[in-house]
């Protein structure tokens, strides 16, 4: 046999790209107000809670109750993102990588909305007819870790706090990280059938617990001081709001002013995040052991 045969052998190579595991996309998206602007600046609407009037006498004149209107407003921020795929680089990848990319970069542009949920969170809100006058997050709604990480009687606790400020019980979320979670579930109160409404065991994950929607998010996207104190966050779904002037946009086209025409592809979106209210919104944090 020719010992020059291994010339002719044929080399496998992989049709498919691999993309590193990462947060796919947006997790809070869906569970707050959202709307669509067109202008640089959008604006969420709110009233004040008003007093009915006692009736003390006879054909009395209705009382004038006057609502108390306010504001908040969200400037608009441009995001995007590119990448080039040259006509060689196919010939030589033997595959065609555009599609895979693409859903890269949505999945990152879904974290980014995340993101700027998460800034949001504690950033001053702009408030009044046009905005200008800055609201800063409540000192008081920022609850210490006391070096432990989150537990049942912590969860028992912000409970407390949003029912007696009278936060609406449905559309409670608790935004956490893996840790957190992990934490959560070696407590047995948690993953009780008697105490969850939810197996938590079954994925090994809690959906569900004492009224919080629990929503895991990547440690890349909460923040985390230097000791080791990680950043979680409470919020009722009409308390904080996303605007989008541009919803994810995916473009894929040639560039003729480039040697060989390549594909250009571009991923951009352009919105902006804000506290509506501050009553149902929290950061608790939790400490996470290196």
Sequence with gaps: MSQSITNAFVQQFNRNIHVLSQQMGSKLRGLMRTTDVNAKKAFFD???????????SR????????????????DMTDWGWGDIVDNEDKIRMLISP?????????MSAGRKIDALVVAAFIAAADEGQFGGTPIVFPASHTIASGAAGLSVSRVREMKRRLDS???PDEGRVWVISAQALEDLLEQTEAT??????????VHGEI?????????????????IDGSLDRSTFIFQQRMMGIALGQDIKTEMKRRPDLWGTPLNIEVTLTGGAVRIEDAGVYRVLVREEA
């Design 46 to 56: 709110v009233l004040a809670p008003t007093e009915m009037q006692q009736k003390t």
């Design 98 to 106: 555009e599609s895979e990319i693409a859903r890269n970069a949505v």
């Design 59 to 74: 054909h009395q004149s209705a009382p004038l109750v006057e609502s108390v209107h306010s504001r908040r407003s969200v």
């Design 192 to 201: 009780s059938s008697d105490y969850a409404n939810v197996k938590a065991l």
């Design 207 to 223: 959906d569900t617990f004492l009224g919080f929607k629990f929503v895991r998010l990547s440690d890349s996207i909460l923040p």
């Design 165 to 167: 400020a009278d936060v």
